[in-house]
């Protein structure tokens, strides 16, 4: 089951369905074929910087964060977004929200599936699977702007 939650400032924005779809598709990339909960949360700049900074040590603002829930069976964690960044970086790369928030949602599953870019291996695995899952779901947009 996959649990989104909507900021009400950005409710009309986003299409639930959507972020759910490309989810899926990160499972599937991944492997995943036993059932599994996550959640998807769509908040505000301001938040995204607070959990960077209390968690990370960053005092930033961000465009996704996923925290794992290692202690709930079944679970697998929550993938936190920010919508007006996600909003800036599609106006940038010069592609629609709908499609920055899709990467963003494959992008933070994966990471709570062990995936990480922190090497330039592990980071050409991650692009390749994000790629792969955004594909599949045919998204305007396959490839994070660096």
């Known amino acids: 089951m996959i649990r989104v939650q909507i900021g ?3 409710a009309a924005r986003v299409r639930a369905d959507r972020l759910k779809q490309a989810a ?3 499972l599937t990339v991944a492997g995943v074929r036993q059932p599994t909960r ?3 949360v769509i908040t505000g700049a301001a938040q995204l910087r607070r959990l960077n900074r209390q968690f990370r040590g960053i005092d930033a603002p961000t465009d996704v964060l996923s925290f794992n829930a290692d202690d709930e069976p079944g679970y697998l964690g929550d993938v936190i977004i920010s919508w007006p ?3 800036a970086q599609a106006e940038a790369g010069g592609h629609p929200p709908e ?3 899709q990467l963003l949602v494959a992008h933070g599953v994966l ?3 062990g995936y990480d870019h922190a090497t330039n291996s592990g980071k050409a695995v991650m692009w ?3 790629a792969e899952a955004l594909r599949s779901i045919h998204a305007a947009i396959t490839e994070p702007q660096e």
Do not use: K, V
Request: no cysteine.
């Open 8 to 10: 009400a400032r950005y």
């Open 111 to 113: 990471h709570l599936l």
């Open 85 to 87: 960044t996600a909003r």
């Open 38 to 40: 996550l959640s998807i």
């Open 128 to 130: 390749a699977a994000q």
């Open 24 to 26: 899926r598709a990160a």
């Open 99 to 101: 499609a920055e928030l």
